[in-house]
């Protein structure tokens, strides 16, 4: 294993990846520090995980061998099963506002003809993102279009407010903080 992140929950789970690319397989790795279990979850190329606050779902990006993006996938603890969701996008660029509900930054154009996630982080991507709401329980995918949207942001660090109001995301080339008032359900 190369240099691994670590990702800590609330649930005493510990979860280990490495640096994603979509020419190596890499792992994600549980660790449970209550039973000492150490288990892989899944592997394969381009993998991304967030987990969600409370830890019952993972959210996962991933791509085929050479990094053509696959739709995100959620990942059930309890059950183990998996559910995809249409969107091509990097689990980075997404936000989780409770345990079913989370926001994404999901380019516009196809990313489709290149490196993923390589070359977004060497920088020879530009995303167009669209902000888009994704419910786990249905499976849908609400997208949000605004002033501002179309100058190009490329949506990285989503929060969303505790009263779910507003979601927050930081422009990736600016670095500008914007904020975004969600239409009343």
């Not at 190596?24 to 606050?53: C, D, H, M, W, Y």
């Not at 603890?77 to 926001?103: H, P, Q, V």
């Amino acid at each position: 294993l190369g240099d691994l992140t670590v990702l800590q929950y609330p649930d005493s789970s510990l979860f280990f990846t490495e640096a994603p690319s979509g020419l190596v397989r890499g792992p994600l790795f549980e660790f449970n520090t209550k039973n000492g279990v150490f288990q892989e979850l899944l592997s394969g190329f381009g993998i991304i995980a967030l987990p969600s606050p409370k830890n019952s779902k993972i959210l996962i990006s991933q791509t085929l061998s050479g990094g053509k993006l696959l739709n995100l996938r959620i990942f059930t603890r309890a059950d183990g099963k998996e559910s995809s969701i249409t969107a091509y996008t990097l689990s980075e660029k997404c936000g989780w506002a409770n345990e079913d509900i989370l926001f994404c930054g999901v380019p516009r154009n196809p990313v489709s003809q290149t490196l993923m996630p390589d070359n977004y982080y060497k920088g020879l991507i530009e995303m167009n993102d669209a902000l888009v709401r994704i419910d786990t329980l249905d499976v849908s995918v609400t997208r949000y279009e605004a002033e501002g949207f179309d100058r190009g942001l490329d949506i990285q660090d989503i929060l969303v407010d505790p009263a779910g109001q507003y979601v927050f995301f930081r422009d990736q080339k600016t670095d500008f903080l914007y904020s975004f008032l969600l239409p009343k359900q």
